[in-house]
């Protein structure tokens, strides 16, 4: 394996091939931090490009594009509050308070650290043991599909912040929400009321740049001394390395671990990826911290769940993508298509058949890694300036971008009224102080959780039972029923606390 791995770095450790990578990592960079254009976004349009090179350079700048990509959405999400890709929305919770009081350094320096880890974590995990995982991945249907999301979805309570009440409210509104369109499996129209575009639904990247982006500049434009200062802050533009010392660095060994492991973990699930990871990540780091009333108000410890578990889901992704030839999420199956070009079919005999290939892959995250890194050190300062521009200047921009990043997803007009639309509903939240995370949460596990509730049901023929024969799905169901308890019994003493 040793050797195999040292051919590969051998392979691409040749200056075009690093040329193509560092061109992949900005690119990715830039498509990660502008809400609106993501990963899968910027392979699409270098897929193209890699026709007429090898498997292994083409694979190569890919990797380049998919790793700068998900790392590169912690920008904006840092510096703007607006995720520049759903795996980036729990990096708001922690890295906006962080930069708004004057730590914009140090929350990048900690978001780009603990990027560069998680992703080497999944890499770790995908080389080592992606048979063993992938295996056990197979033994996935439907019914425990359902039962995972399931117990998500009960950590939506800790979420919620100081009302129960208003985070159910904001969760029901997720679910109102993914229910518009064509319904999964027999594809009827659900709440369209006779216009053309709801066919379609609320795709997530409008929602998320509507309920951040918009709302967080119309909460701006209302704002007239923020309007005229830019951010009306002291901001910290530079500092030592990275910006945090080595005492915080360790006292996150554990909070890195149990996310990276989450993050890989989600990774490998198929169709639940880096959107779903970093949310839970943030929810169990928050639940199992001495000091939870601390998140959300701009403590490292929310920047490094997020960051670590949405970049470990990398590596958690490409482990079914090679092994059994199943892509997880948008991104890795536009990888599967550029295995495909080059006549490289993903599957239990890829590591046979093509072990360069593999190999050369392998190498290629791990130097795209490295490179990722070092492009955001050099970065850091340039990126916490972005600050120090007026609002009145910032914000213009700002729209424009994220129109034309929600015009380029479908290539519809419908795209750009529906963020607007989310604007004023998460405007419209904001003043009524109903967490945005609920919905979040709801919107993204919201799909899944029916299409495999009729799945199950259909392979049961209505059979509710399935959901309890099943072991996996069992485990997952009596977790979700304790995580459930475990909730009521803290809002009990919270309250008692209160009335003390």
């Known amino acids: 394996m040793l050797d195999l791995f040292i051919d590969g770095i051998v392979s691409i450790a040749t200056p075009d091939t690093l040329i193509l990578m560092i061109l992949g990592v900005i690119v990715g ?8 254009l993501t990963a899968v976004t910027g392979i699409a349009l270098f897929l193209p490009v890699t026709y007429s090179l090898g498997p292994i350079k083409g694979m190569a700048l890919l990797m380049a594009i998919y790793i700068g990509a998900v790392s590169g959405g912690l920008i904006a999400a840092i510096l703007i509050n607006i995720p520049g890709t759903p795996a980036s929305v729990a990096t708001c919770f922690d890295g906006s308070p962080m930069a708004k009081k004057g730590q914009a350094y140090k929350a990048l320096g900690v978001g780009t650290v603990f990027s560069f880890l998680g992703t080497i974590f999944g890499i770790l995990v995908l080389v080592f043991v992606s048979p ?18 399931v117990f998500a979805l009960t950590l939506i309570a800790s979420l919620a912040g100081k009302s129960l009440i208003k985070g159910l409210i904001s969760a029901a509104l997720g679910i109102v929400f993914i229910t518009v369109g064509a319904a999964p499996i027999d594809a009827v129209s659900r709440y369209t009321f006779g216009f053309s575009g709801l066919r379609g639904g609320f795709d997530i990247l409008t929602v998320l740049v509507g309920l951040y982006a918009i709302s967080e500049i119309l909460s701006t434009a209302a704002n007239k001394k923020a309007l005229a200062a830019g951010s009306g802050q002291v901001m910290q533009f530079s500092g030592k390395g990275f910006g945090f010392t080595m005492k915080e660095f360790l006292s996150q060994k554990w909070n890195f671990l149990i996310s990276a492991l989450i993050g890989t973990g989600i990774g490998v699930l198929p169709g639940i990826g880096g959107a779903t990871s970093n949310l839970l990540a943030y929810t169990v780091i928050k639940n199992k911290s001495k000091y939870p009333e601390k998140f959300g108000t701009g403590i490292i410890d929310g920047v490094v769940a997020s960051e670590t578990a949405n970049n470990a889901t990398i590596g958690g992704a490409m482990i079914p993508l090679l092994t059994l030839g199943i892509p997880g999420d948008a991104a890795t199956a536009m990888l599967l298509g550029g295995l495909i070009v080059h006549g490289v079919q993903p599957g239990p005999l890829l590591f046979t058949t093509h072990p360069d290939v593999v190999y050369g892959v392998f190498a290629a995250m791990v130097v795209s890694s490295v490179l ?13 300036k972005v600050l120090k521009v007026p609002k009145y200047y ?30 004023l ?12 995370a609920p919905m979040i949460m709801s919107f993204v596990l919201g799909e899944t959780i029916e299409t495999n509730l009729r799945r199950a049901l259909m392979y049961s023929n209505g059979d509710v039972s399935t959901f309890v024969t099943s072991p996996i799905s069992c485990v997952f169901l009596v977790i979700a029923a304790i995580s459930i308890v475990l909730t009521i019994r803290k809002q009990l003493k919270d309250r008692k606390k209160a009335a003390v």
Do not use: H, T
């Open 29 to 36: 960079i830039i498509f990660g931090s502008v809400p609106g």
């Open 132 to 149: 063993i995982i992938a295996n056990f991945a197979l033994k996935f249907g439907p019914a425990e599909y359902f039962s995972v999301s």
């Open 425 to 436: 509903v998460g405007y419209g939240m904001s003043k009524l102080d109903i967490p945005l």
């Open 372 to 384: 990722m890194i070092v492009v955001q050190m050099f970065g850091l300062r340039l990126f916490a």
């Open 394 to 423: 910032l914000m213009p921009i700002i729209i424009v971008l994220c129109v034309v990043g929600a015009f380029a997803l479908n290539n519809r007009l419908f795209d750009c009224w529906s963020i607007i639309f989310f604007g």
